[in-house]
């Protein structure tokens, strides 16, 4: 899909994600090895950013979010903000995040015994706050195995900034590495 367009969208704020605090994704996608190209969301003060801004009790699987422009406020990554119990497979992102706290290449935080497996992030990840990391910001009480990422992490708060993960609190971490 190519969604360069997405930049025009919305008096310039760019692509909607699906799901936020209020409705959240509660399905599954499956992306069936495709790729989305060029999606832009421009919405610095907003929570729950990403394709998916907000999702719990979901499944999200091989899909590829390339040449991303993604800027939001807290909870912002390229392919979900916000992951509740919920589980991403075989899925990837390219491209430039910007968020305040819990940002990540990815996804902004995991939480809740959710998973994420097989995945990987290039993107460069620019965060204003904690948290901040090339696949994922924040892994809580979750389990991501089998993922890399290779992108630039960065972040002014300078506080729990890493090049996989910025901060595992209660979670696991297997078969993962980072050259960013």
């Given at each position: 899909i190519d969604a360069s367009s997405?930049?025009?969208w919305d008096?310039?704020?760019g692509f909607t994600p699906i799901g936020n605090s209020g409705t959240k994704f509660t399905g599954t996608y499956d992306g069936g090895g495709y790729?989305?190209?060029?999606?832009n969301i421009n919405r610095p003060s907003t929570t729950y950013i990403g394709l998916f801004g907000y999702t719990i009790g979901s499944t999200i699987k091989d899909l590829g979010v390339i040449n991303v422009n993604i800027t939001g406020g807290h909870r912002t990554g390229g392919l979900v903000g916000y992951n509740n119990s919920s589980a991403?497979?075989?899925c990837y992102s390219t491209g430039s995040i910007i968020g305040g706290q819990y940002?990540?290449?990815l996804i902004g935080m995991v939480d809740d015994s959710s998973?994420?497996?097989n995945c990987y992030s290039s993107g460069?990840?620019?965060g204003s706050g904690t948290d901040a990391g090339g696949l994922v910001g924040y892994n809580n009480s979750s389990a991501i195995s089998n993922c890399y990422s290779t992108g630039s992490v960065v972040s002014s708060?300078?506080?729990r900034i890493g090049g996989l993960v910025g901060w595992s609190l209660g979670g696991s971490i297997s078969n993962c590495y980072s050259t960013g």
């Open positions: 997405s930049s025009s008096g310039g704020a790729v989305i190209n060029d999606l991403i497979s075989n940002v990540g290449g998973t994420v497996n460069s990840v620019t708060e300078g506080i």
